[in-house]
């Protein structure tokens, strides 16, 4: 049952004061996800997180959409955890997580690698016990000035990133599509070289 099941998780840190964080687009990307997907809504599991499962299309790769009810630095156990729960490999994990080392609106992909000082996926490499999952990384852009990375991705999107962040979340959803209907390749050729 597992062969063809994805676990998709959404990045960010718990509480509706958090939810429109630059940190959470990887959980805004997995609401998008859920609504194409028709799973209806976030349901808590046992594994400490919020599930929703659903089928890209009939027939289609099942698809387990994950966001852990953690704090962002101990993403590990929960993502784990439902990787047990449903019988997921490694590398059938997809880690959807903001990233400051790429502009805003850009969305690029990868599997494997180091994790760029990102505490998240660090925490999520340890509790898996490899780096060999993929990631999608949605590009926020860097701070401004000297501001602090950890206080700027605790920020909300400016207003100017909120006129394009719906279309920011579109492109991730479609990696996200392209990547486990079509590979890696695929999806990297169309959004690496589009951005």
Known sequence: MAE?????????????GYSRNRHNVGQMVLDELASRIGGGAF????THAQVVE???????????????LTFMN??????????????????????????IDIPFNTVKLKIGGGEGG?????????????KDYYRIRVGVGRPPGRMDTADYV??????????????????AADAIELLIEEGLLAAQQKFHSSN
């Open 118 to 130: 990102h505490n998240g996926l660090r925490d999520i490499s340890k509790a898996l016990g490899t």
């Open 154 to 171: 605790l920020k909300d999107f400016g207003a100017a990133e909120k006129k394009d962040l719906p279309f920011l979340i579109d492109d």
């Open 74 to 99: 101990l993403s590990g156990g929960p993502v784990s955890a439902m990787a047990k729960f449903y019988g997921v490999q490694p590398d059938h994990v997809i880690a959807v997580h903001d990233e």
């Open 4 to 16: 063809n099941t994805w676990l998709v998780a959404g990045l960010g840190n718990p509480g509706p």
């Open 54 to 68: 659903g089928r890209l299309r009939p027939g289609g790769p099942r698809l387990v959409l994950g966001k852990p």
């Open 43 to 46: 349901k808590s599991h046992k």
